[in-house]
């Protein structure tokens, strides 16, 4: 099946969720480049966590089927051109459609073979939506000494 046929096969109603998920990605962009994470974050409809705690168990099952829905097929249009959304501008944008389930950005890396990797998701409620999470550390803020100040 082609693309427009899948899109037309979706009917109006999801049309409109597809628009705004497009607008949404192209509002996203900016927000990521001019503004700091947790500005980009709470504009979103999420809270930056950082902090070295990763979720262990996946939230999709406890959310309701209309936001399971919702969010897979934001994640479609999100991954396919011109988008082709990087995990944190994808975290935001479903961070503005879960946003009632008060959401958490978290940010982590992960190093392999010499090689040090950074990956955004979101987790609600200490779980999350992401089964990537589990490889990476999240980021926690580096405190001063209290000689160094």
Do not use: N
Not at 3 to 30: C, D, H, Q, Y
Not at 38 to 59: I, N, Q
Not at 65 to 71: L, V
């Amino acid at each position: 099946m082609s693309l427009v046929s899948t899109v037309i096969a979706l009917g109006p109603r999801r049309w409109a969720f597809l628009a705004r998920v497009a607008a949404t990605a192209v509002v996203v962009e900016p927000v990521v480049r001019l503004l700091p994470l947790r500005t980009a974050a709470r504009l979103a409809g999420a809270r930056l966590e950082l902090d070295a705690t990763v979720a262990g168990r996946d939230a999709w099952p406890e959310l309701a089927p209309a936001d399971r829905e919702r969010c897979a097929l934001a994640l479609r249009v999100l991954g396919r051109r011109p988008f082709r959304a990087t995990c944190l501008r994808r975290a935001l944008v479903l961070a503005t459609l879960l946003r009632r389930h008060r959401p958490a950005l978290r940010v982590g890396v992960t190093k392999s073979r010499g090689t040090v990797a950074a990956h955004a998701w979101l987790e609600l409620a200490g779980a999350t939506l992401d089964p990537e999470a589990a490889q990476y550390r999240g980021l926690a803020p580096v405190r001063a000494a209290a000689a160094d100040r």
